[in-house]
């Protein structure tokens, strides 16, 4: 059974900074691609940031630009996303996603799988 958990949320001022991490087990992580979306409250669920099997190739949505990076950690099968200069609107749940490599890495409907997500919360 596959199984992706989240930790590292919380709350945190406008300005300031937090690590999200994503545990996968029950797949062979490092077929995978992974991505980080986020859904706000009364919204749509918004790509944040995907890295492809190979890490050196990773892709963000324009809104996180320049603040959050995400990185992977195969040998411990987790992906983790810092997020730097954080607004309120980056407020929302997160959540992190598998899928197989293809297209569709900002789609969120190309996603196998899914964490339950976890709460960040920016404060002004």
């Known amino acids: 059974q596959v199984q992706l958990v989240e930790s590292g949320g919380g709350l945190v001022q406008a300005g300031g900074s937090l690590r999200l991490s994503c545990a996968g087990s029950?797949?062979?992580?490092?077929?995978?691609?992974m991505g980080w979306f986020r859904q706000a409250p009364g919204k749509e669920r918004e790509f944040v940031a995907a890295?492809?099997?190979?890490?050196?190739?990773?892709l963000y949505g324009d809104s996180v630009k320049g603040r959050f990076t995400i990185s992977r950690d195969s040998a411990k099968n987790t992906v983790y996303l810092r997020m730097n200069i954080l607004k309120p609107e980056d407020t929302a749940v997160y959540y992190c996603?598998?899928?197989?490599?293809?297209?569709?890495?900002?789609?969120?409907?190309?996603?196998?799988?899914w964490g339950q997500g976890t709460q960040v919360t920016v404060s002004s």
């Open positions: 890295i492809r099997r190979s890490t050196s190739i990773t």
């Open positions: 029950g797949l062979t992580f490092s077929n995978y691609a």
């Open positions: 996603a598998a899928k197989y490599p293809g297209n569709g890495y900002d789609q969120s409907q190309a996603y196998d799988y």
